[in-house]
C-alpha cells in the first residue's frame, strides 16, 4: 500500500472515532440532564414528561404539577 493510501485511512478512521466520541458525549450529558430535571420534578410532586429525538440528539422537557405545566 502506498504511503498516501495509509494517511488517507489513518484521518478517516480518526474522524470516525472523534465524530463518535462527540456523539457519544452528547448523549451522556443529555441523559445526565434529563435525570436531574426529573428528580427535581419528583422531588415537587410533579410529572416529567420527556420527548427524545434521537436522529438530531435533542430533547423537550416539562414537569406537571397538578395539571399546571412547568417548563425549565
Same mark, same amino acid.
Given at each position: 500500500?502506498?504511503?498516501? +493510501?495509509?494517511?488517507?485511512?489513518? *484521518? !478517516?478512521?480518526?474522524?470516525? %472515532?472523534?465524530?463518535?466520541? $462527540?456523539?457519544?458525549?452528547? #448523549? ?9 430535571? +426529573?428528580?427535581?420534578?419528583?422531588? *415537587? !410532586?410533579?410529572?416529567?414528561? %420527556?420527548?427524545?429525538?434521537? $436522529?438530531?440528539?435533542?430533547? #423537550? ?12
Amino acid at each position: 500500500m502506498k504511503t498516501k +493510501t495509509k494517511m488517507f485511512i489513518l *484521518i !478517516g478512521i480518526l474522524t470516525l %472515532v472523534t465524530v463518535l466520541f $462527540l456523539i457519544g458525549t452528547q #448523549s451522556y450529558f443529555n441523559n445526565k440532564e434529563i435525570e436531574l430535571a +426529573t428528580d427535581k420534578c419528583y422531588e *415537587i !410532586g410533579g410529572t416529567a414528561k %420527556v420527548k427524545m429525538d434521537l $436522529l438530531s440528539l435533542s430533547y #423537550s422537557f416539562s414537569c406537571e404539577v397538578d395539571n399546571e405545566v412547568i417548563n425549565p
